[in-house]
C-alpha cells in the first residue's frame, strides 16, 4: 500500500476515535467546541486547502468548495457532530473513490508494461545493460530467455518463442528463429536471441502503442465533454439554490426557523456534489479502453468507444482484412512469349514494390530481379506498373492498364487477382494470382450481424467475379468492385450521407493503402497492423493481430462500456435528485446526503471498473 493510502488510513482511525469518545463524554457539546474544532481540521484540513487554494485561483465551485461550506455552517448552527461526521464520512468515501482509481490504473499501466529498460549488447567480450534510447539502427542486442524484447529488430542468431500477450491479446506463443522479424515488447520465453536492430527506441512498436495509450484518455467522448459542462453550471446553480433554500422560507413562511432550514440547505450542499459523475463517467471509457487493450484491440479514445457503439454501416477492404492478403500464384498463361519471358517482365516491373502480389511473382520467378535493368518506373495507382526494361517499353497490371496503352488482351474470368503483362505493344499473356479467406472472418461476420450491425459492404480493387465470391462466402450482400483507393473515398461519402445523425460508418482496412478511408469514416480499424507504422498513425482503433474476430468484439466492448455509463448517469441523478427533494422538504438528514454524494460515488466507480474486469 502507498505511503499517502496508509497516511489517510492513519488520520482517518484517529479521527475515528476521537469522534467517538467525544460522542460518548457527558458534557454539554458547547463545552466541546474546542475539542471538536481540532479533531474537524485534523480530518478536513486537506479539504479546507483545497477550497481556498481553489478560490483564490478562480474556481470556485467544485466538491472541496461544498464541503467546506457545508460543514463549516455546521459548525455554525452548534451541529458539531454532525459537521465532523459529514467531513469523516466523506474522507473516507475519498479514500475508496483513490483505492479504486489507482488500482485500475494500476491494471492498466501493468497490461501495457511493455517497455524493457535496458538492451543487453556486448563489449569486450561481456554483455552489459544499455538504456534502449541509446542503441542505434544496426546495433546488435542480445535477448536472454525471460526477458522483454527492448527494440524492434531481426533474428541473426538463435531460435526461441516469444509471448505476444500484451500486444496482440493473445496466449499462443509464437516460434522465431534466424531472419524472423521481433517486435518490442515481445516476452522472450525459452532460448537466447541475437537481435540486429532495424527501427530506433522512439519508433519501435512498444513506444509507438505506449504513447497511443497515454494520449487515449485526452480525447474524450461526448458524454464526459457534456458532464464536464453539466458539473460547471450544475454545482453553481445548486450552491445559489441551497442559499435561497436557507434564506427565503423563514422570511417568506411564519414560524419558520432559519436553523432548520439552514440545517435542510446544508444537507441540499452535500448532495449536490458531483463527484460521482465527474470521476466515474471518465473511468468508465478508460475502463473500456484498458479492457480493449487486455484483447489486443488499441482504442486512441473513448470518443471512438462512443463511435463504435452506435455503428449502423461496416465497410470492409477486401484483401489483407477478410482475407489472408498472402497471394499465391496459381496460374501462368504465356500468350506471344514463353512462360519464362512472361515472369521474367513481370518479375522485373514488381521488382521495386513490396506489395503481397509482387512479391507472389518474384517468389515463382526464383530469383532476385536485376534491378539495374529498370528504369522510369511509374506505379499507376488503380492500374499497375509501366517501366522500360533493357530500354524496352513494359506494362504490367490490370485489365484498365492494357485498356489504357490499347493492348489486346484476354479477357479472363477466373477467381483471383488477374496480372497482365506486355512488351512494346505486344501481349505476353497473364498471371493468376489468388487469396485465401481468412478462418475466422466468416464467423465474424456472423457475430456483427448478431451485434445489430446488418449493414456490412465489401470494397476491393479486384474483379467483380472475385469480389462477388469473397462476399458470397463471408456473407457479405453489398460490394462494390473494381475500384480505385480515390474511388472508396467516394462510396464511404455516400454511405455516410444516406446514414442517420445518431448512426455512425465503420471502415476496416489493412492500413496498407487505405489512410485517406480510415482517416474519413466516424471510426478507421486498422488489422494486423501490428507493426505497421502507417496503420498505427492513420487509425482510430488498431487490432493488434490478424484476426477479424476481434472487431465485433471491440464492438461488444464498446457498447458495454455505453450501457455501463449511462447506467452511472442514471443512478447518480436519480439519487441526488430523489436526496435533494427530501433535504429540500426535511425529509432527509446529513447521513442522507453522505450517501447520496460519496456512497454513490464509490458504486457508479465499481461499475465503471466491471468494464475493464469484463463482468
Known sequence: MAKRQKIDIAVIMATAISLFVLLIVPVDNSAKLIPYIAVYLLIGYEILFKAGRNILSGEIFDENFLMSIATIGAFAIAEY???????????????????????????????????????????????????????????????????????????????????????????????????????????????????????????????????????????????????????RIYTPVVVFAAAFLAVLPPLLIQDASFKDWIHRALIFLVVSCPCALVISIPLGFFGGIGRASKRGILVKGGNYLENMAMVDTMVFDKTGTLTEGTFEVTQIVPRNSTKEELLRVSAHAEGFSNHPIAESIIKVYGKEPDTRKVRNVEEI???????????????????????KHGIKYDRVDKIGTVVHAAKGSVYLGYIVISDKIKIDTKGAVESLKREGVHNLVMLTGDSERTAVHVAKEVGIRKVYSSLLPQDKVSIVEKLLAEMGKKKTLVFVGDGMNDAPVLMRADVGIAMGALGSDSAIEAADIVIMDDKPSKIPEAVQIAKK???????????????????????????????????????????????????????
Not at 509501366?386 to 517499353?393: I, S
Request: glycine letters at 8%; proline letters at 3%; charged letters at 25%.
Open 81 to 231: 457532530p454532525e459537521a465532523v461526521s459529514v467531513m469523516l464520512f466523506y474522507r473516507v468515501g475519498e479514500f475508496f473513490q483513490d483505492y479504486v482509481l489507482d488500482k485500475s490504473r494500476k491494471s492498466i499501466s501493468d497490461l501495457v508494461d511493455i517497455k524493457q529498460d535496458y538492451a543487453n549488447v556486448e563489449v569486450n567480450g561481456e554483455l552489459i545493460k544499455k538504456d534502449p534510447h541509446n542503441i542505434k539502427v544496426g546495433d546488435i542486442i542480445y535477448v536472454k530467455p525471460g526477458e522483454r524484447i527492448p527494440l524492434d529488430g531481426v533474428v541473426i542468431e538463435g531460435s526461441s518463442s516469444l509471448d505476444a500477450s500484451a500486444l496482440t491479446g493473445e496466449s499462443m506463443p509464437k516460434d522465431v528463429s534466424k531472419g524472423d522479424s521481433v517486435l518490442s515488447g515481445c516476452i522472450n520465453l525459452s532460448g537466447l536471441l541475437t537481435v540486429k536492430v532495424e527501427k530506433p527506441y522512439t519508433d519501435s512498436t512498444a513506444s509507438k502503442i505506449l504513447e497511443l495509450v497515454e494520449y487515449a484518455s485526452a480525447k474524450k467522448a461526448r458524454t464526459e465533454k457534456f458532464i464536464t459542462r453539466f458539473a
Open 381 to 403: 495507382a488503380g492500374h499497375g506498373i509501366k517501366a522500360l526494361l533493357d530500354g524496352e517499353l513494359i506494362l504490367v497490371g490490370n485489365d484498365k492498364l492494357m485498356e
Open 561 to 615: 462500456t455505453v450501457r455501463i455509463v449511462k447506467q452511472n448517469i442514471t443512478i447518480a441523478l436519480f439519487v441526488k435528485i430523489l436526496v435533494l427533494l427530501l433535504g429540500a422538504f426535511g425529509f432527509a438528514n446529513m447521513w442522507a446526503a453522505v450517501f447520496a454524494d460519496v456512497g454513490v460515488s464509490i458504486i457508479t466507480i465499481l461499475n465503471a471498473v466491471r468494464i475493464y474486469k469484463g463482468y
